[in-house]
């Protein structure tokens, strides 16, 4: 597709089970973020990648959070035992390369709910 | 550590009347700055950016100014449209950190008809 599409866009899970969440940036961009956004409030830088090595993860939370990038192209955010904090929209983004203008490409995001 | 502020929403305004959102910044380096928009159901847009001092942002009417004497990039308008409703975040982009954008908290804008 021509965006950065993320998967699912919605999702429902128990306190304590794990999450998987999926997002597939623009073709040739290089560079791939995720954020949270609680409501009401601005995105939250969590981590960011540059091919497949995370270059930046000083904004995961804790040792539940965890991202990959196995190829380079596709990316997944995974969380462990989820608590009811966690919920939030998770923003993925893929830019050219970094550093470079600061433009971000975003998806819709995931809708996380942790009941 | 970078932070962004900006003014609380939400800012209800008439169709055709000026709207300003303030903005300011706090950064180690050079930041370069930026404002989003989140039309509803939709993802983070870039609306404008400005990439060093004094320089003038601007895109679909919606002008800003890279002020580094105040820290300041305040979004105007001159004449709003029912379609300029959206949520509205400042950010900026230190050089240092890549690409990482550190957002304020946005600001709700409702334009009635």
């Known amino acids: 597709g021509a965006g950065v599409s993320q998967t699912p866009s919605n999702k429902v899970t128990e306190k304590g089970k794990y999450v998987e969440l999926r997002c597939d940036p623009i073709?040739?961009?290089?560079?791939l973020y995720w954020y949270r956004q609680s409501l009401g409030q601005g995105p939250e830088f969590l981590i960011y990648?540059?091919?497949?090595?995370?270059?930046?993860d000083s904004g995961l939370p804790n040792d539940r959070f965890f991202a990959v990038r196995p190829e380079g192209s596709v990316s997944t955010l995974k969380i462990q035992r989820t608590e009811r904090g966690d919920s939030a929209v998770y923003l993925c983004?893929?830019?050219?390369?970094?550093?470079?203008?600061?433009?971000?490409?975003f998806g819709e995001g995931s809708r996380l709910t942790v009941l | 550590g970078n932070s962004v502020t900006q003014m609380e929403g939400p800012v209800t305004l008439s169709e055709e009347a000026f709207l300003t959102i303030n903005c300011t910044y706090t950064?180690?380096?050079?930041?370069?700055l930026f404002w989003y928009v989140q039309y509803p159901g939709e993802g983070l847009q870039l609306l404008l950016k400005?990439?060093?001092?004094?320089d003038k942002g601007s895109n679909k009417g919606f002008e800003a100014t890279y002020r580094k004497e105040t820290t300041s990039f305040h979004l105007e308008k001159g004449s709003v449209q029912v379609s300029d409703s959206a949520v509205y975040f400042c950010?900026?982009?230190?050089?240092?950190?890549?690409?990482?954008?550190?957002f304020g908290g946005g600001t709700r804008v409702l334009v009635k008809p």
């Open positions: 983004a893929s830019s050219f390369r970094s550093p470079g203008t600061g433009e971000l490409f």
């Open positions: 073709s040739g961009h290089t560079a």
């Open positions: 990648f540059q091919g497949t090595g995370a270059a930046d």
């Open positions: 950064a180690t380096g050079y930041p370069s």
């Open positions: 400005a990439t060093k001092a004094d």
């Open positions: 950010a900026l982009s230190d050089t240092t950190a890549g690409n990482k954008l550190t």
